[in-house]
């Protein structure tokens, strides 16, 4: 069972045309949620974490909030720029080592 | 420079050959992982270590083996390398320090093709 799922798997989004990407997650007792950019072949860059209920974050276009089921990645008058794959990512909840369980990934597409 | 990079970036070979990808970092973390992605799979974690006496295996290891040289390096063998090993791989680290939030920080990937 995934621990993590992100929807949509998709989105095409107008240059300006504000959205929001969803990570809803299954591990209980939440050590940490995070989110990161993946632009094509390259490896995730860091965004966010997220530790409690009720937290937001913010970078530029992106703000982040967290609910005690799931988390949403608000993007604000996206530009081109911001095209990439976001992946967000919760901590195992027996483990000391930091294992992390990804979603798949929403891909989106923002054109001019 | 980079603070965790990837050797090779690229490799192309045939079914059979052992293959060996590296990774270094000079975060000064103590944690690292090595990472397989496929198209519509995600990220799936093959093996991990949190220092160099410590390796562990993932969700996926069957097939690989790694070694924790130092605290800087991490390498990931492939002993006879199959073609549904074609994936991108990706090493990663993190802190395990008092301050550290877990996050982990990715190198720049290797795209294996096993023909």
């Known amino acids: 069972e995934d621990q993590v799922t992100q929807s949509p798997e998709a989105l095409r989004l107008q240059e300006g045309e504000s959205s929001s990407l969803n990570c809803s997650y299954t591990v209980s007792g939440l050590r940490g949620l995070f989110w990161y950019r993946q632009d094509p072949g390259k490896g995730p860059e860091f965004l966010f974490t997220l530790y409690s209920a009720g937290e937001e974050k913010e970078k530029e276009r992106l703000k982040a909030t967290l609910t005690k089921k799931e988390s949403f990645l608000h993007i604000t008058a996206p530009k081109p720029e911001d095209s990439a794959t976001y992946l967000c990512a919760v901590p195992d909840r027996g483990s000391t080592l930091g294992r992390l369980y990804f979603g798949r990934g929403t891909q989106l597409t923002v054109w001019p | 420079d980079a603070d965790v990079t990837q050797t090779p970036r690229n490799r192309i070979t045939k079914t059979g050959k052992r293959i060996m990808l590296e990774c270094s970092q000079t975060k000064g973390h103590d944690r690292m992982y090595w990472y397989r992605q496929d198209p519509g799979l995600g990220l799936r974690l093959i093996y991990y270590s949190f220092d160099v006496k410590d390796i562990n295996k993932g969700e996926i290891s069957d097939g690989y083996s790694v070694s924790r040289q130092a605290q800087a390096k991490f390498s990931l063998s492939l002993e006879s390398a199959i073609p549904n090993q074609t994936a991108l791989y990706f090493c990663?680290?993190?802190?395990?320090?008092?301050?550290?939030?877990?996050?982990?920080?990715f190198g720049p990937g290797t795209r294996l093709t096993v023909l």
């Open positions: 990663a680290t993190s802190d395990s320090g008092a301050s550290a939030s877990n996050e982990q920080f």
